[in-house]
């Protein structure tokens, strides 16, 4: 299959590309690599030493035979450029990760949530625009967020996007539908995906587009079959207050020798998912495309669900870390359950890799092994989510 990536440069990204470069499909890499400019910009850089584009697809045709192309290209921007581009590969899917994709990083000033609105939300409109102006058939697969849900229900598990509902019309008749489940985002950046997806339920409806939007949860680890097959291929590892996500970062400040920043009381319940899963979800939606005419098919791609305070005493048993409780600089719930549904991924043939002790050991293994290369000073998360926590007052911690 012919896949152009949006964003192939970046954490998700590139060892996607790798893994449906391996597994024979036509990959061509687009990218603008805004992401290693906001490394430059927070003076964070990828724990890893991720290589340059030139060296990464290299050593990728040295090792596999296989060759990835790979164009730079604002998909934000430049539309003309993302037309023509259609128009000269033709391909068969595009998957879209060309999104800013960090909370903190997107509620940081008014410039960031700017840049962030900007930029996802023109990008993901350009791209549905385009597929529309080329007149091809070509499947998009958008990585989305479980965020999009928010993070409390009422006691039931989280539907894969469609909530049923029973409306009383009268009071002898009730309409029975399905709607997309009310969304309830915790950040400007999740915000963009609630947008996203109004998008897409607009173009799969008027234009009949076929899509899939995978609504993902935090991913840990690093690596993948691919990634680690060489130095040259190795995935970024973010641990900095903006871009580290909780567990990555756990497991970053114990190889360091740095306390376990907990958020609050560290009851926030969250859906996860291993990166070695994640590519192969995106394989298995590239495999399985809706239909023309479907509505938009929505997949919740998460394994498991962990209470973070749990996550960082489980790092602890293991490694010896220490554990902080710090000062939630977001506006979250601090105790919430969360019960996910991800049959359709599992109905599909996907034997999720769940948090184990062999595998938490080999990340912080990993981080021990450029542990030099960390500034301690980019470790606590200073974007803070509104104005008053600013001026220094805790954010009322009611479930949001
Ligand atoms: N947290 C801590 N300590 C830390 C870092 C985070 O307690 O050092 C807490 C946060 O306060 C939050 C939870 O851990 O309650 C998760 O934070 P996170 O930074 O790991 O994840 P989040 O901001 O939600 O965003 C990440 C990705 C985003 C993706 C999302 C999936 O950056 O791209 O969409 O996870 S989900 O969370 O399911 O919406």
Redesign the pocket.
């Given at each position: 299959m012919k896949v152009l990536v949006l964003g192939g440069d970046g954490f998700c990204g590139w060892p996607a590309s790798l893994h449906l470069s391996d597994r024979g499909d036509a990959v061509t890499i687009v990218d603008n690599f805004s992401r290693r400019r906001i490394d430059e910009e927070l003076g964070a850089q990828s724990l890893t030493p991720i290589r340059s584009m030139v060296e990464r697809r290299a050593a990728w045709k040295e090792l596999s035979g296989k060759q990835i192309d790979v164009v730079e290209l604002d998909v934000a921007q430049d539309y003309q450029g993302l037309k023509e581009l259609l128009d000269e590969v033709r391909p068969d899917a595009i998957v879209h990760y060309a999104e800013q994709?960090?909370?903190?990083y997107s509620m940081k000033s008014a410039k960031h949530k700017r840049y962030t609105i900007d930029n996802n939300v023109n990008a993901t409109h350009n791209v549905l625009c385009a597929i529309v102006d080329s007149g091809q058939d070509i499947h998009l697969v958008h990585l989305g967020?479980?965020?999009v849900y928010g993070y409390g229900t009422a006691g039931m598990a989280i539907p894969e996007g469609y909530l049923e509902v029973r409306i009383p019309v009268t009071t002898d008749a009730v309409v029975e539908t399905e709607i997309l489940y009310p969304t309830n985002p915790?950040?400007i950046?999740?915000m963009t995906?609630v947008l996203d997806q109004s998008m897409f339920a607009y173009y799969a409806k008027n234009d009949e587009l076929r899509i899939t939007d995978l609504h993902?949860?935090?991913?840990w680890g690093t690596n993948t079959i691919q990634t680690n097959l060489d130095e040259r291929l190795i995935n970024r590892f973010d641990y900095d207050?903006d871009?580290?996500?909780?567990?990555n970062?756990?497991l970053m400040q114990a190889a360091v020798g740095y306390p376990l920043?907990?958020?609050?009381t560290?009851g926030?319940t969250?859906?996860f998912i291993h990166i070695q899963d994640m590519v192969r979800c995106v394989a298995i939606a590239l495999d399985n495309p809706p239909q023309v005419g479907e509505r938009v098919k929505i997949f919740n791609q998460?394994t498991e669900t962990h209470r973070?305070r749990d996550l960082a005493n489980l790092v602890a048993s293991i490694t010896g870390a220490s554990v902080e409780m710090v000062p939630?600089p977001?506006k979250?719930a601090q105790e919430n359950e969360l019960l996910v549904n991800n049959d359709n991924f599992l109905g599909l043939g996907l034997e999720p890799i769940t948090l184990n002790e062999g595998l938490l050991r080999e990340i912080n293994e990993t981080a021990a092994k450029y542990a030099d290369r960390a500034d301690h000073s980019r470790i606590p998360?200073r974007s803070v989510w509104t104005a008053a926590q600013q001026a220094g007052v805790p954010a009322s911690v009611e479930d949001h």
């Open positions: 994709r960090a909370a903190p967020t479980m965020g915790g950040s950046y999740h995906k993902q949860g935090i991913v207050g871009y580290g996500t909780v567990l970062r756990f920043t907990v958020h609050g560290g926030q969250r859906a998460m973070v939630d977001r979250e998360a």
